[in-house]
């Protein structure tokens, strides 16, 4: 079967706001979107920070490496185990894995441990991984989960990159709180440049770089590789099975080399 990466952004599955707070109304729509997909597509799943990892980076970042890291693991293996236990209660066959288990950067350069991830996904069980700090030589670097999927997508090539965040895909303005914000349906090569401008004056960052930072990687990793990416709303569960299943979402923006 296809492989699809799918990723519960933190926007999605958390309350950003609100430090160390899961959003269990996400939990339960990833858990009808992965029901209906898993007998459909191999998946391998990521989840963002959140208000978990993105609020413990920003509060110890300024503290010694040994500090930071180890604040850092606890927040985002809080909110994977989190997630992957509610995924199992609910009959979702999932399991852990730790990213700075299988990644590691050294004189920058990637390593990657891909064994526990393909075995994983060729028994039928979903791997979750997720955005997470690792060691780099003496310091540490944060790999959001966006990073960490372009990693694994040189070890196993995806079909598509589906980003789940909390609205309908990326708009001229945050549609929560702006009147007149477009949904911007397709981003290729032709419009990459005037979307950016777009998003740069526009929406707010976190500790992985925002929506603004999430398209110009996705961007550059889409029109390299030739794959894919979608970005809807997990909470649209018909846009969110339509676009892991490789269909047109009813709502969402497409990141595309081809017009």
């Known amino acids: 079967m296809q492989v699809v990466f ?73 909110l994977n185990r989190l997630i992957v236990d509610y995924l199992v209660e609910s009959g979702i066959w999932a399991t852990s894995v730790q990213t700075s288990s299988i990644i590691c950067k050294n004189k920058g350069e990637f390593k990657v441990f891909i064994e526990p991830i393909k075995q994983l996904v060729s028994n039928n069980i979903i791997p979750v991984v997720y955005g997470e700090c690792i060691l780099s030589g003496e310091d540490a670097a944060i790999l959001s989960t966006e990073k960490v999927f372009e990693i694994l ?40 440049h005037s979307v950016l401008e777009v998003l740069k004056g526009t929406t707010t960052s976190d500790a992985t770089g925002g929506i603004y930072s999430k398209v110009l990687s996705m961007s550059a990793f889409s029109f390299k590789t030739g794959i894919e990416v979608i970005i809807t709303s997990g909470f649209d569960e018909e846009s969110a099975v339509a676009a892991i299943k490789g269909l047109t979402p009813k709502y969402g923006t497409i990141i595309s080399p081809r017009p």
């Open 6 to 78: 799918v990723k519960a952004g933190g926007s999605f599955i958390t309350h950003k706001d609100v430090p160390v707070k899961v959003n269990v109304r996400a939990l339960n729509s990833l858990v009808k979107i992965l029901r209906a997909v898993k007998d459909d597509v191999s998946l391998v799943l990521g989840n963002g920070g959140g208000a978990f990892a993105h609020y413990a980076v920003l509060k110890h970042k300024a503290n010694r490496l040994q500090v930071f890291l180890s604040k850092c693991h606890q927040a985002t293996r809080s």
């Open 153 to 192: 997508s040189m070890h196993i090539r995806p079909s598509r990159i589906v980003l789940l965040t909390d609205v309908n895909g990326v708009f001229t303005c945050n549609p929560r709180t702006c009147s007149n914000a477009k949904l911007i349906t397709r981003i290729t090569p032709e419009n990459l």
